[in-house]
C-alpha cells in the first residue's frame, strides 16, 4: 500500500492559496489515477484504486493545516500502513516559487502541518515532497503569505511545480522513492 497525502486547508477560501498546492497535487493525482476521493472518513477525504500489485490511496486532510496529524494518523492505523507507506506533499517558504525538493525524512523545518504528523505517527521518518511558495515580502506577516494566492507571474511558476510535483508521485507508485528523489531533486 502507498498513501499520498496533499496538506492544505479545507474550504473554497483558501482554494489557489499558497499552503493549499498539496491538495492541488492531490487533485491532478486524481485525474492521472483516475482515483476518486469518495471516503469521507477519519477527518479526511480519500480514495483508492489498485495499480498492479500496490494499492494506492490518495488524502486531502478536512483538518486545517496545524491538525493535519489528526487525519493521516488514523487512516494509515486503519488500513495499517506504516511511514514507509506514506508520501507527503507541501508547501515550503524556504524554497523559491517553482521549485520542489524530495526528502525521505526530516524535521518540520517550521511547517506547523508537518509538525502535526510528527506528533500523530511518532516518527519524522516519512517522504515529503516541499513545493516552493517563497517567503514573505518585508512587513507581510507569515500568515498572510501562505494563505494568500499566487501572483500572476508565480501562478506560472507553481503550475509547472504542482505539475513536477504530481509526475513524482506518480512514479513513486512504480519505483523505489530513491530513484524518484534521484530523478526530481
Given at each position: 500500500?502507498?498513501?499520498?497525502?496533499?496538506?492544505?486547508?479545507?474550504?473554497?477560501?483558501?482554494?489557489?492559496?499558497?499552503h493549499n498546492v498539496g491538495f492541488e497535487v492531490i487533485d491532478r493525482c486524481q485525474d492521472k489515477l483516475s482515483i476518486e476521493l469518495t471516503e469521507s472518513k477519519f477527518k479526511g477525504i480519500h480514495g483508492s484504486a489498485g495499480m498492479g500489485s500496490e494499492k494506492i490511496f490518495l488524502q486531502k486532510p478536512l483538518t486545517y493545516m496545524n491538525l493535519s496529524g489528526e487525519a493521516v494518523a488514523p487512516l494509515m492505523n486503519?488500513?495499517?500502513?506504516?511511514?514507509?507507506?506514506?508520501?507527503?506533499?507541501?508547501?515550503?517558504?524556504?524554497?523559491?516559487?517553482?521549485?520542489?525538493?524530495?526528502?525521505?525524512?526530516?524535521?518540520?523545518?517550521?511547517?506547523?502541518?508537518?509538525?502535526?504528523l510528527i506528533q500523530h505517527l511518532g516518527t519524522d521518518e516519512f517522504k515529503r515532497i516541499r513545493i516552493g511558495v517563497g517567503r514573505p515580502v518585508q512587513g507581510q506577516a507569515v500568515t498572510d503569505h501562505v494563505l494568500g494566492r499566487f501572483a500572476p507571474d508565480e501562478r506560472k511558476l507553481m503550475d509547472e511545480s504542482v505539475e513536477k510535483a504530481t509526475d513524482a508521485c506518480l512514479s513513486w507508485t512504480k519505483q523505489p522513492f530513491l530513484q524518484v528523489m534521484n530523478d526530481y531533486n
Open positions: 500500500m502507498k498513501l499520498i497525502v496533499g496538506l492544505g486547508n479545507p474550504g473554497a477560501k483558501y482554494d489557489g492559496t499558497r486503519f488500513y495499517k500502513m506504516t511511514p514507509e507507506d506514506l508520501l507527503v506533499v507541501y508547501d515550503d517558504l524556504d524554497l523559491a516559487p517553482g521549485k520542489i525538493r524530495l526528502r525521505q525524512k526530516g524535521g518540520a523545518g517550521g511547517h506547523n502541518g508537518i509538525k502535526s
